[in-house]
């Protein structure tokens, strides 16, 4: 690259677009100038913000010797997206700054100028060997998890780094709605489809008639629309409560497994009056269950997803009182409703933020005009949720017994399901109904082994 060449992409970072045919629109030429520490990009889908923070990376790997990109996304192939434009802008510009030998891969650029560009999955523990980043990219932002966003942000503290959030939205939650929200001081850009001439309001009329008003305000106009067909609308203002101090009561739990789906964990108390008190949660992907359960507390009895057989065993072994949840979705959300309208179940907010953060995400399917439709949620965003719905099906298993028979359902629960250790639902000899053959004493199903001695 000459000198001249050299001077001006310096000083214009667009040039990085232009060398890649595009023409840059007045909003990506304003951010590429801008030298703003903190923006949060709000913008339609399809208007070029992914290509234009390319840029911005690209632009500071070269002019920033030493200098360390992060590039972060909900997942591993969402951040290789955003770093192979990274690489097209590179190769476009003729590759001006040389790699070191064997230092160019598909998640890592490493310059002989020592800066880096490195791209990784949205998880806390891929990011703490990372210190003093120049530039730290969060791509969707709107779903990247909160603590993601709390880990990131004291990295930035002593390298006086830039942090740059962009998204389409995804309903009022998160960290990303809350920040352009509020009154920090962020430089925020709203980029709506009448903003980039690449989509034509044709495009947009269709999008509308097949997928409603709702939809396209969220994801071509930048609103934050709430999501209808919530199944819990209003799981926190009725539940969420700031709590100085401890509840008194007994200890129960519940628990969803999962390892690339999150493993989620629910735990606290049930007080004298029947209300329970959900105070602490634990919710992480790819960890191994000895490791939860090093961390979760013995003194508690937990209700867990019945199929998870084996790990219910082995926490039994390991000390655990754990018994088998019951996996009745309908009864199960009618059971978690019934404690939200009667006032019987509170979550402590600032220890349950994924629980809080899945209710306001959990629906039912949709019409295009914004109608729920069928009987059965999707099947997502729903981990914290079930571990509830497994606690609450067991503590209010009578509950569960009316609903099923109002259901048109079987009047007796299954064998499993008809033991409680709940006093005030037992029924017979230990909970169970009086015609139900007895069990062998030493048989490892029998949930009478696992009472709290």
């Not at 003093?132 to 503290?157: F, G």
């Not at 509020?182 to 989509?199: E, F, G, L, N």
């Amino acid at each position: 690259m000459n000198a001249r060449r050299h001077l001006a992409l310096a000083l214009n970072p667009a040039l990085i677009l232009v060398a890649q045919g595009l023409a840059p629109d007045p909003w990506q030429q304003r951010l590429l100038l801008s030298t703003d520490p903190q923006i949060l990009l709000n913008c339609s889908r399809q208007s070029g913000k992914s290509r234009t923070v390319s840029a911005l990376a690209m632009h500071t790997a070269l002019f920033r010797p030493g200098s360390l990109t992060l590039l972060l996304s909900p997942s591993m192939r969402q951040s290789q997206e955003l770093f192979l434009k990274v690489m097209e802008g590179y190769s476009a510009l003729g590759r001006p700054v040389k790699t070191k030998t064997g230092q160019d891969s598909q998640t890592h650029l490493r310059l002989v100028n020592g800066s880096r560009v490195v791209c990784l999955p949205g998880k806390e523990e891929t990011i703490r060997s990372f210190s003093a980043p120049r530039l730290i990219v969060l791509d969707e932002a709107s779903r990247v998890p909160d603590v993601l966003y709390r880990s990131v942000r004291p990295m930035l503290a002593v390298g006086h780094g830039r942090l740059v959030c962009l998204s389409t939205p995804f309903g009022r939650r998160g960290f990303f709605w809350e920040e352009w929200e509020s009154a920090a001081s962020w430089t925020r850009y709203r980029v709506t489809w009448k903003d980039c001439p690449r989509i034509s309001e044709a495009f947009i009329a269709r999008e509308r008639g097949s997928l409603g008003n709702s939809w396209v305000a969220q994801e071509y106009e930048c609103s934050f629309e709430s999501l209808s067909g919530l199944v819990y609308p209003d799981f926190e203002d009725r539940c969420g409560i700031d709590i100085a101090n401890p509840v008194e009561g007994r200890r129960v739990g519940g628990i969803d497994w999962g390892f690339r789906n999150p493993f989620a964990a629910l735990w606290g108390r049930l007080d004298a009056n029947d209300v329970l008190y959900i105070t602490d949660e634990r919710y992480l992907r790819e960890v191994p269950l000895h490791r939860h359960a090093a961390a979760l507390p013995k003194a508690v009895t937990w209700w867990a997803d019945p199929a998870g057989v084996q790990e219910i065993e082995a926490l039994r072994i390991a000390g655990f009182t754990i018994r088998r949840g019951i996996n009745d979705i309908r009864a199960g959300i009618a059971a978690v409703t019934a404690r939200i309208q009667t006032g019987r179940l509170k979550v402590v907010r600032a220890k349950c933020t994924n629980l809080l953060a899945e209710a306001k995400l959990y629906r039912y399917p949709t019409t295009k005009d914004g109608k729920p439709q069928g009987e059965n949620p999707i099947d997502g965003d729903n981990h914290a949720l079930a571990a509830l719905r497994y606690l609450i099906s067991r503590l209010d298993a009578r509950f569960l017994a009316k609903y099923r028979r109002q259901a048109g359902a079987e009047s007796q629960l299954l064998e499993e399901d008809a033991s409680s250790s709940e006093p005030s639902v037992q029924a017979g000899d230990h909970g169970k109904p009086k015609s139900t053959p007895p069990r062998p004493a030493l048989d490892f199903r029998n949930e009478d082994l696992w009472n709290n001695l």
